[in-house]
């Protein structure tokens, strides 16, 4: 049915990809999926997506879930549930529940939403937004429906501009001057470079825009096919590139930020650029604001009083410069510097943080010195625990970066205690 009065946001869904563990995260993601991995002191990251689909006018969502996927349904649940099913706006959560085959979850990021076929046509749209949910930016959708309506396109890819060399982590598009895309290269060792703009390169963000119409038929032969991997960036936009009209829709188009700003898109993928890019929201003025009521990312509050700090002695001061401390924290005679607390982080006497991100529900006890860390969600810390000074020492127990970053797990703790 057409609506051609309405928005295309109103007339949209957005499908989101939240299935994918994200082993490289390590043991982060032992017990939650990547998409529902904390991030910036209240939020998970699938927020990000979901946030820019509703700040862009979308209230249809849809969340593909496939790893250890209660934390991600449990967040969902509870942050996610003011929509109103009477003004025909909702987000529904898509687990792979074997709907095709008792034998057969989602087999790739396409099969994920042909499985949900006939959930999608009782939607009523006539546009789907396919979203990766593991990255973090700002992006208005509505910016991107448009240009793929104007363009007459089969799909629109999102795509960001690199450093043509840093491109050959990502799946490349070769475009012409009109942004149409003439190939679609997957970690070429020598990535093509943008019409005009020698040095760089368009990286696919995981982002496409389809008709529902156009997508129901090609996941439809897709499925069919025995030799596809039925996944978009493997099989369906490469059949597109190759017979239909594939577009680039660049990020810098759509990307919501500050006048002067550079985009703001990052994979929190390792355990490095987690670290890196939640200690960055600790700057003076970080890249990525959060502070925007414009564009706010919406998740889950927890009731929680004001974050307190206790103590007043030389050497035993609650403190906290350049950080950020979430509500029910309680700083105890601790010196915090340059990291980043989640809700109820409760530290003691004569500890030091500097540089560390602190997951949910820890306690840091007296005397612990913790720098260039990730402290995993409701973790103890043993009193007089020192990382980051030592990484030789730290590695014997904890997981240490390339980037030299500790990870401590409570798993990690018992192991530690239990040999000493």
């Known amino acids: 049915m057409q609506h051609t009065h309405r928005r295309l946001s109103q007339r949209s869904m957005a499908f989101v990809l939240a299935g994918g563990r994200g082993s490289r995260l390590r043991e982060l993601t032992d017990r939650r999926v990547k998409p529902?991995?904390?991030?910036?002191?209240?939020?998970?990251?699938?927020?990000?997506?979901?946030?820019?689909?509703?700040?862009?006018?979308?209230?249809k969502m849809a969340v593909a879930t496939q790893y250890k996927a209660h934390s991600l349904i449990r967040h969902c649940q509870?942050?996610?549930?003011?929509?109103?099913?009477?003004?025909?706006?909702?987000?529904?959560?898509?687990?792979?529940?074997?709907?095709?085959?008792?034998s057969m979850w989602y087999r790739g990021t396409a099969d994920a939403v042909t499985q949900n076929i006939d959930i999608v046509d009782g939607y009523d749209v006539d546009y789907v937004v396919i979203l990766a949910g593991d990255h973090i930016y700002k992006m208005d959708y509505e910016l991107m429906l448009q240009q793929h309506v104007d363009s007459g396109a089969d799909v629109t890819v999102g795509c960001l501009t690199v450093p043509r060399m840093e491109a050959v982590a990502f799946g490349v598009m070769h475009v012409d001057e009109n942004s149409r895309i003439t190939s679609f290269l997957e970690k070429p060792e020598n990535p093509p470079s943008i019409p005009g703009q020698p040095d760089k390169a368009l990286a696919s963000m995981g982002i496409y825009v389809f008709s529902w119409p156009f997508l129901r038929d090609l996941l439809t032969r897709d499925a069919e096919d025995e030799n596809s991997s039925h996944d978009f960036g493997t099989d369906l936009i490469p059949d597109i590139v190759k017979n239909g009209k594939a577009m680039a829709h660049r990020f810098d188009d759509?990307?919501?930020?500050?006048?002067?700003?550079?985009?703001?898109?990052?994979?929190?993928?390792?355990?490095?650029?987690?670290?890196?890019?939640?200690?960055?929201l600790t700057n003076f003025d970080p890249e990525l604001n959060l502070w925007d009521r414009d564009w706010p990312i919406w998740t889950y509050s927890e009731s929680a009083p004001p974050a307190k700090f206790i103590h007043d002695e030389k050497d035993r001061r609650g403190s906290a410069v350049s950080s950020m401390v979430s509500g029910g924290c309680i700083i105890s005679g601790t010196e915090v510097r340059n990291s980043l607390l989640f809700t109820q982080v409760h530290t003691n006497s004569y500890s030091v943080l500097d540089h560390t991100?602190?997951?949910?529900y820890v306690n840091v006890a007296r005397h612990a010195r913790l720098k260039n860390a990730v402290i995993d969600a409701g973790v103890t810390?043993?009193?007089?625990?020192?990382?980051?000074?030592?990484?030789?020492?730290?590695?014997?127990?904890f997981r240490v970066s390339e980037g030299g970053v500790t990870l401590i797990t409570q798993a990690m703790l018992d192991k530690r205690a239990a040999s000493l």
């Open 36 to 59: 529902a991995v904390y991030f910036g002191g209240k939020a998970r990251i699938i927020d990000f997506a979901l946030s820019n689909a509703m700040n862009s006018g979308i209230r």
């Open 78 to 102: 509870r942050g996610w549930t003011f929509f109103r099913a009477e003004r025909n706006e909702f987000l529904d959560i898509l687990p792979a529940s074997q709907r095709v085959s008792e």
């Open 254 to 280: 759509s990307c919501v930020r500050a006048e002067g700003r550079e985009a703001y898109w990052r994979d929190v993928g390792t355990v490095d650029a987690f670290w890196q890019a939640n200690i960055d």
């Open 357 to 360: 991100v602190v997951l949910p």
């Open 381 to 397: 810390i043993p009193e007089g625990l020192v990382v980051g000074e030592d990484p030789e020492e730290d590695a014997k127990f």
